[in-house]
T-cell receptor, first 116, second 113 residues
């Protein structure tokens, strides 16, 4: 079955702390894509990263980094030196061809609160 | 380059009515997807259109339908509205495939009374 689990419902950190958001996925496909999106209070989903199943290299973009481990079916997201502007709901998503057509499955999201 | 636009931004309807939402993708993007976001069910994939054809579909009843025009603009229709259809409806566009990077619009907030 196709599934994305974000076990952390809400995380609160103090500014400048590092924080890791967990994402665990399930799929039977060998080819799939993983994504992270940010949804600030304004409501618009903002794309952060896209990763295909054949690329296990970790990625760093400024204060953001992602750790993709196929062995544990995880795609975790770390924010280094968090800032108040990072406060948002973060969604992990999976796209694969389970049942013959592409589906796009989102996790339930993790609400991150960064306190000044 | 202009982003994804959705109209209207807010809608209030009553049960039994129908509603049409509109989405204009980023110029050059040919894939348009629709999502429903509710506090209880989270973000759920409705369907995806490409070249005026529905290419992928989520698990929603037939009351939810859509179409895409030759200029890639898309509309979503919900007939016989139910209270549970109250949600934020998000549209996203990508260059060609649903697995490409998707860019989301601001959404249409639908309230069914």
């Amino acid at each position: 079955a196709q599934k994305v689990t974000q076990a952390q419902t809400e995380i609160s950190v103090v500014e400048k702390e590092d924080v890791t958001l967990d994402c665990v996925y399930e799929t039977r496909d060998t080819t799939y894509y993983l994504f992270w999106y940010k949804q600030p209070p304004s409501g618009e989903l903002v794309f952060l990263i896209r990763r295909n199943s054949f690329d296990e290299q970790n990625e760093i973009s400024g204060r953001y980094s992602w750790n993709f481990q196929k062995s544990t079916s995880s795609f975790n997201f770390t924010i280094t030196a968090s800032q108040v502007v990072d406060s948002a709901v973060y969604f992990c998503a999976l796209s694969d061809t389970t049942s013959g057509t592409y589906k796009y499955i989102f996790g339930t999201g993790t609400r991150l609160k960064v306190l000044a | 380059k202009a982003g994804v636009t959705q109209t209207p931004r807010y809608l209030i309807k009553t049960r039994g009515q129908q509603v049409t939402l509109s989405c204009s993708p980023i110029s050059g993007h040919r894939s348009v997807s629709w999502y429903q976001q509710t506090p209880g069910q989270g973000l759920q994939f409705l369907f995806e259109y490409f070249s005026e054809t529905q290419r992928n579909k989520g698990n929603f009843p037939g009351r939810f339908s859509g179409r895409q025009f030759s200029n890639s603009r898309s509309e979503m229709n919900v007939s016989t509205l139910e209270l549970g259809d109250s949600a934020l409806y998000l549209c996203a566009s990508s260059i060609r495939e649903i697995t490409d990077t998707q860019y989301f619009g601001p959404g249409t907030r639908l309230t069914v009374l």
